[in-house]
Nanobody, 114 residues
């Protein structure tokens, strides 16, 4: 079955860190361009980070650059989003996606609050 399953969300204090995981099944993640999106209460769905298939070039939204890191473990067929220096405005539901053919995970909730 082709699917993406996210995990790692939760409640964290401002300034804290979380690592989100996205386990892929049914396809080889290393050849796919993968992204993390988030849906926040204040904004429409926002592209957070992307890692290209093959070479693994990364790109980030301005709002998270320098704080978030997208990476992948080909052996585990998993993509990660390391989130540091979290802010309350990072609160939202985070989705792992495969760009083509388009595929979305179910999302994982991140709450940044004291």
């Amino acid at each position: 079955q082709v699917q993406l399953v996210e995990s790692g969300g939760g409640l964290v204090q401002p300034g804290g860190s979380l690592r989100l995981s996205c386990a892929a099944s049914g396809f080889t993640l290393s050849t796919a361009t993968m992204s993390w999106y988030r849906q926040t209460p204040a904004k429409q769905r926002e592209l957070v980070a992307t890692i290209t298939g093959g070479g693994g070039t990364t790109n980030y939204a301005t709002s998270v650059k320098g704080r978030f890191t997208i990476s992948r473990d080909n052996a585990k067929n998993t993509v990660y989003l390391q989130m540091n220096s979290l802010k309350p405005e990072d609160t939202g539901v985070y989705y792992c996606t495969r760009i083509y053919p388009n595929l979305w995970g179910q999302g994982t909730q991140v709450v940044v609050s004291s």
